[in-house]
């Protein structure tokens, strides 16, 4: 079923891709047993599993978790299969070998790093072969080989030669996971690509890292994501911003179905003009939502509660009143204010936020709130629970657009700085969202 050897171009980001034109050839795979002798010959561990053959020079240390690696590498497999749609006719007997290395040189000596492997800093991928340097996190260490794998699963079993912000992007997507364990202790694989918990990705950082561009006003858009040349992924923040356009086309409500068959066709250099011409593809609409995506991005990031209605609504001429849910996002108001008009909202209501557990009596104690909110807790410099009244638009020149609060609390006056809707959310978590109860009657009028 395997096709020919195409010739393949080393990139400075980790991966071998196709050249040019041949997308459509799967590559050929590499022999894995013969490597497997030549690591045996060296003196190299050597721990197997049905879909990786892990190689290593790192010492055997109790509870480092590398004996388990193979196993959590076959379970992702199946995660990979079905994102991809492949069956077990598609993938056959598929293995890839994997090298975890603490000294190359070891590995050169054993003929198991050829030198026409480019130099890397974390990993690189050839084909069903690939490279990671050893961490010292565990976490960071099989998010590192789970990349790498996604990278071998892509290139060999879907043709990839698609632009490298889908070669990354998806490698992140799909190597992010939480370990559980199972009641023998055995590990499992856990997907999370857009992660509930930073304890569940120790040291990965990726959306801190999209935190930060937001914070010093560098943070990339959509098209700038999509023109990345191969040139510029090299630093945590380009992998970042990958991750970050792969997760949103794949779970976007206005993007995600057209994009799971765009995945499962061919993933060509051409990829970005496929995208352009999906159905239901609109350039503006997934540009601003990249950006109200970047804007507030957490932990538990769920994008059916987080989906905006951009909708401009008639202006807003009189009083009116909605009701904001605890539950949601940013909700629009229905209306559209004016810019340079002074406005004034009152509010009122309680909302449940979940709970707080006492560490030491174990006590449960639920968490209400009013308009003002509580402060007991805050987020990203607010009391949690405290309403919100926005506009979406630039704040600053030269930055991304942003959901820009102009009032805040029970009531408050403000002047509107854009024609067109007003926002309006409870401070919190996007992780709490679905613990959320209730919502805050809020008035709205122009003075």
Known sequence: MWLTVVTV?????????PAAGVADERLLVVKVEPLVALARRAGLRVLAGRRLVLVTDRPERAGDGVADLPTIFDQAFTTWCDHYGLTAADTGDWQALGCLVVHRERFREAGLLPADIPSFANGFCDRNRFWLMDQSNPAYRRHLL???GVHAFTLTLRGLAAPVWYAEGTAEYLATHRLEREADGSPRFVATPIPDRPEDVEQLGRIEAIQELRATGRCPGLADVLAQPMADHSAIANYAASWAAVALLANHPATTADFARLERGPLG?????????????????AAREFDAFTDGLDYGWDFSRMAIDWTAGPSLDGSEEFIVAADRGWQNAGCS?????RYATTARGRVGLGSVVDEASKLI??????????????????????????????DVPGTRPRFIVLAEGAAAEFTARFDGP???????????????RGGYLVSLRPL
């Open 9 to 17: 171009l080393a990139t400075p980001f980790g991966v071998a891709l």
């Open 146 to 148: 789970l990349h790498e």
């Open 269 to 285: 250099p051409n990829l970005n003009d496929h995208l352009r011409a999906l159905p239901a593809w609109n350039a503006d609409r």
């Open 337 to 341: 204010l004016t810019a340079g008009q």
């Open 365 to 394: 104690t639920p968490l209400e709130s009013e308009p003002a909110g509580i402060s007991l807790q805050w987020y990203r410099g607010r009391p949690v629970g405290r309403l919100l009244v926005a506009q979406w638009g630039v």
């Open 422 to 436: 007003v926002y309006l959310t409870i401070n919190g978590s996007p992780h709490g969202l679905a613990v959320n």
